[in-house]
Nanobody, 122 residues
Framework: QVQLVESGGGLVQAGGSLRLSCAAS????????MGWFRQAPGKEREFVAA????????YNTDSVKGRFTISRDNAKGISDLQMNSLKPEDTAVYYC???????????????WGQGTQVTVSS
């Protein structure tokens, strides 16, 4: 089992920045690729970014390219999502997830955090 706990969400004005963190425990962190997803009110959960187990390969959805950066610290068991130039449409609950491959497909992730709310005001 892997336990994931997100932190760092909050309220920010458009154009601002937030850094989300996901702390993992329970099994060796390097066993898993990490992904970040989000769910806006009334919408389905969608992929944001993913990073391979080594951290060498990163995959972002087009809407966040150039603004969001995913990273991981394998020594600390943490994955971060740095979010810059935030827009109101980035408002959502953000979830981190652990899986066998760094993909955009939700069912490839076996473990999920509880989510953290990000609200971007205009």
């Amino acid at each position: 089992q892997v336990q994931l706990v997100e932190s760092g969400g909050g309220l920010v004005q458009a154009g601002g920045s937030l850094r989300l963190s996901c702390a993992a425990s329970g099994r060796p962190f390097t066993s898993y690729a990490m992904g970040w997803f989000r769910q806006a009110p009334g919408k389905e959960r969608e992929f944001v970014a993913a990073i391979s187990r080594s951290g060498e390969s990163i995959y972002n959805t087009d809407s966040v390219k150039g603004r969001f950066t995913i990273s991981r610290d394998n020594a600390k068991g943490i994955s971060d999502l740095q979010m810059n130039s935030l827009k109101p449409e980035d408002t959502a609950v953000y979830y981190c997830a652990a899986g066998v491959v760094h993909s955009a497909v939700q069912y490839t992730y076996a473990y999920w955090g509880q989510g953290t709310q990000v609200t971007v005001s205009s």
